[in-house]
């Protein structure tokens, strides 16, 4: 059984850090695109960053370019999303996913049915 399962979330200042890890079990993420997406209340899910499964090229939302950072562990089967100068915009659900599209030239992630979600994990931004 597939599980992917984020940590992290909470309650953060403005302008505060945060660290989201996503752990697998079930397959082995180092074969996967991986990426992180987030759903604001009342808002459309949002792709935040995604990377590669050959080259681990990245690419990240005009949003929080500068400010985020996505990496993995394949020692540990973890893709991980470092948070930093959080704003109140950032406040959402984030989720990490495998994902069929990841092309950072195209500005292009996506899933399909096949591919794999996290719970989600809360992150506000407030003071």
């Known amino acids: 059984q597939v599980q992917l399962v984020e940590s992290g979330g909470g309650l953060v200042q403005p302008g505060g850090s945060l660290r989201l890890s996503c752990v697998a079990s079930?397959?082995?993420?180092?074969?996967?695109?991986v990426g992180w997406f987030r759903q604001a209340p009342g808002k459309e899910r949002e792709g935040v960053s995604c990377?590669?499964?050959?080259?681990?090229?990245?690419w990240y939302v005009d949003s929080v370019k500068g400010r985020f950072t996505i990496s993995r562990d394949n020692a540990k089967n973890t893709v991980s999303l470092q948070m930093n100068s959080l704003k109140p915009e950032d406040t959402a659900v984030y989720y990490c996913?495998?994902?069929?599209?990841?092309?950072?030239?195209?500005?292009?992630?996506?899933?399909?049915?096949?591919?794999?979600w996290g719970q989600g994990t809360q992150v506000t931004v407030s003071s």
């Open positions: 996913a495998t994902l069929n599209i990841c092309i950072p030239a195209a500005q292009a992630m996506g899933v399909s049915s096949n591919d794999y």
């Open positions: 079930g397959l082995s993420l180092m074969n996967y695109a």
């Open positions: 990377m590669t499964s050959n080259d681990n090229s990245t």
